[in-house]
């Protein structure tokens, strides 16, 4: 079955669209591209995120966003020269703007409209993936565990799978793992602080640190650094979910407010993430033998150093080596994940997620074609 999956994370870059072609035993990719935000569309999502704002605002972008990522999905199939008609399914986890994962008020807010993609393409779409884990009494998240267990696991080397998006995630796969031995959670920021910092540092001329040059250029702010890892949630056991919540508007404005010059701050944010990264897996995977980097992440030479350096026993990779793209292997995991929906199959870990059980994620809208 072809199936394109749709993927806009928390460092609000874009969207990544990856098409392909799975059953039930072998998944091989035939396409992927990243469509970027505007400007304009970031802001907004960036305004309408952990925020109080008016129901009509979040009803509008929810529509705006469906409409653009059926175009992401034609344009994928335009540069890639992928028929539109051989697309049998759509996965599309949507652009989250809220998510709160732990406790009794646990509840989560994908936004992109199923029904404008299936109207705009004519193909069944499986989305609100998170939802029916948190029903379950799960966190909602991480979901990519169950397809990391899938591509990544090993009969004799102990694996760890690290995501850094956004946030940053971590998949424990013990050599010879079954899906009840994997635990997987977020360890704390990925890109989403440095993205932020950067931003403001250029006033908004970088979204990102290019190669991890602005952390090079600053210096270490040693004492901030010790004050950002005494926090809790490092040491708390999985499973545990992070986001916008605890790394957005509020913590830039803490880190700020202590005066350090931009590239400086820059460079502690990237000993941050790394050093949270090794953390959780020192913690919670003792005897990792390879880790291996997917996402946006990956590209950042400063932060990717820094990892190797926290983890000298491991071996630090990216997914490329096993033919998934960093880039796309998200958008892969969300057409898997929508795949095992639409054959009625479970597609969370509960060892993962914390839900009572494994269920079928999602909801499915039915296309006119």
Excluded at 244 to 259: A, C, N, V
Excluded at 331 to 341: E, G
Aim: charged share 20%.
């Amino acid at each position: 079955m072809r199936v394109a999956g749709i993927m806009s994370g928390t460092s609000l870059d874009g969207i990544d669209v990856a098409i392909a072609d799975i059953s039930a035993r072998s998944v091989k990719t035939v396409a992927h591209a990243s469509i970027p935000y505007s400007v304009a569309i970031r802001e907004r999502i960036l305004a309408v995120s952990n925020t109080e704002c008016r129901t009509s605002t979040i009803s509008q972008l929810n529509f705006e966003l469906g409409e653009l990522y059926a175009k992401a999905v034609v344009e994928t199939c335009r540069r890639s020269k992928v028929p539109l008609a051989s697309v049998e399914l759509v996965g599309s986890h949507g652009q989250t703007i809220y998510h709160q994962g732990r406790g009794a008020n646990a509840n989560t807010l994908q936004i992109g409209e199923s029904c404008v993609i299936a109207e705009r393409l004519g193909i069944p779409v499986v989305s609100d993936f998170r939802t029916r884990d948190i029903a379950a009494g799960g966190h909602g998240a991480p979901l990519v565990p169950f397809v990391d267990h899938m591509l990544f696991r090993s009969a004799n080397r102990s694996r760890v799978a690290l995501n850094i998006g956004g946030i940053a995630n971590i998949t424990v796969l013990p050599r010879n793992a079954a899906p009840e031995d994997v635990i997987a959670f977020d360890t704390g920021p990925g890109n989403m602080v440095i993205d932020q910092l950067v931003t403001l540092g250029t006033n908004g001329k970088e979204p990102f640190d290019r190669d991890g040059e602005m952390a090079a250029e600053g210096y270490l702010v040693r004492v901030l650094l010790e004050k950002l890892l005494r926090a809790d949630y490092y040491a708390a056991p999985p499973p545990k979910t992070a986001g916008r919540e605890q790394y957005g508007k509020d913590f830039i404005r803490m880190l700020t407010k202590s005066g350090y010059p931009i590239p400086d701050l820059v460079a502690t944010a990237t000993a941050f993430t790394a050093a949270t990264i090794a953390m959780g897996i020192e913690s919670f995977a003792p005897g990792t033998e390879e880790v291996i980097v997917s996402g946006g992440g990956a590209h950042n030479r400063q932060l990717m150093v820094q990892i190797e350096a926290f983890l000298p026993a491991c071996r630090v990779t990216t997914s490329a080596e096993f033919g998934v793209d960093p880039d796309a292997k998200e958008a892969i995991a969300f057409a898997i994940l929508a795949f095992r929906t639409w054959r009625r199959l479970p597609g969370n870990l509960p060892s993962a997620t914390g839900a009572s059980r494994p269920v079928l994620l999602g909801k499915v809208t039915y296309g006119n074609k």
